[in-house]
């Protein structure tokens, strides 16, 4: 009898490609495996994405299907989608075979095509989860055979389940107010105001470039930045900002325990991925968005309830410069009062208990 044979249930989770899918996705298979140790979880993915090192590492067994990206536009590359498709579909019901899967669970993303059409064609359950408040092409698919839609933002789709975006508990149970001053220690910050500046895994030229323009006049207000530059733009950051970097200014590449970071800080500049929206609401935590300008939109959507509520502003990339930064951002830090209303207006949106309810919806589809 093989390990897969050795279980009732197996759930295939499905979201390569960027952060935004693969973490949800493996935030919710920790979430059923807390509840059913027993169950069977693999996740199919490409050897490309995000997911070929991220998954492994989890303790995840991953699939790896043919990458088949769908053009945005009608091109050439339109007409070589439908032989790669077929392919990907195949290689993914060889999985759900295989391990002979109670149901497909997909978090969007290129992945995620190819699994609904092998588990519509095999008769397996699907659940799907939106995590932007504008869905995607492949959960649009997705939703037409599913079981049950979850969605982080309402209005993704017309019905659904709101259960927000499963989170890493570390983040989702932080108390921010107990671990700020082991926070702060950890990060070399002293007292007073902290900006935490992040533009998402790669960074964000951009924000990296306002900030940098308006260093000297944070630093002669006092004000601390943890500046996470993105690992390929780190040494940009460092010649931009030049050999007199004050003491205040704190270059990082990149920061693996976020949740610490959160905790150090009373302010994020950041983008407005799902998942930034969703962790900086978990933890009451106040930003300015600056959204990605390409896409369909969709980071605009993500911040605009949180915004909405007063827990954030929102501000064109075209419009962030160090004018934006001193004239905006820096009045925002010295008012303390402020900063804390607006984080609790955050936290009025947030939702910890996303991977539990999502894996509460999932054991539900397999019953």
């Known amino acids: 009898m093989t390990r897969h044979q050795a279980v009732t249930r197996h759930v295939v989770l499905a979201g390569g490609g960027s952060a935004g899918h693969v973490e949800p996705m493996l935030n919710t298979a920790d979430a059923l495996r807390r509840k059913q140790p027993g169950i069977g979880i693999s996740a199919l993915g490409t050897t490309e994405g995000l997911e070929a090192r991220l998954v492994p590492q989890r303790g995840y067994d991953l699939a790896v299907l043919p990458k088949v990206p769908l053009p945005r536009h009608a091109s050439l590359e339109l007409l070589r989608v439908p032989g790669r498709l077929a392919g990907a579909v195949r290689a993914a019901r060889r999985h759900l075979d295989e391990v002979d899967a109670s149901v497909v669970v997909g978090f969007g993303g290129y992945v995620s095509v190819p699994a609904y059409l092998a588990a519509r064609r095999r008769g397996t359950p699907i659940v799907v989860h939106e995590a932007n408040a504008k869905a995607g092409l492949a959960n649009r698919l997705g939703a037409r055979w599913a079981e049950t839609v979850a969605v982080a933002v309402l209005g993704a789709f017309p019905e659904a389940e709101l259960v927000g975006i499963p989170l890493r508990q570390q983040i989702s149970a932080l108390d ?119 896409g369909n939109g969709e980071q605009a959507l993500n911040a605009r309830p949180v915004v909405a509520a007063g827990g954030g502003l929102l501000v064109d990339d075209a419009k962030l410069d160090a004018l934006f930064v001193e004239g905006t951002v820096l009045p925002l830090l010295r008012d303390a009062e402020r900063l804390v209303a607006m984080g609790s207006a955050a936290a009025t949106l947030g939702r910890r208990h996303a991977d539990d309810d999502l894996a509460d919806l999932i054991l539900r589809a397999i019953r």
């Open 176 to 294: 921010r107010a107990a671990a700020r001053a082991g926070a702060r220690l950890a990060f070399g910050l002293s007292e007073g105001p902290v900006l935490l500046v992040t533009g998402g895994s790669q960074g964000a030229r951009r924000i990296n470039s306002a900030i940098t323009s308006a260093a000297p006049a944070l630093a002669a207000a006092g004000v601390q930045i943890l500046h996470v530059t993105g690992p390929k733009q780190l040494e940009q950051v460092q010649a931009d900002m030049g050999p007199d970097l004050p003491p205040t200014h704190h270059l990082l590449s990149y920061v693996d325990e976020m949740a610490m970071a959160y905790a150090a800080s009373d302010l994020v500049l950041c983008r407005a991925g799902a998942m930034t929206c969703a962790e900086l609401a978990a933890v009451g935590l106040p930003a300015v968005y600056v959204p990605l300008p390409i």
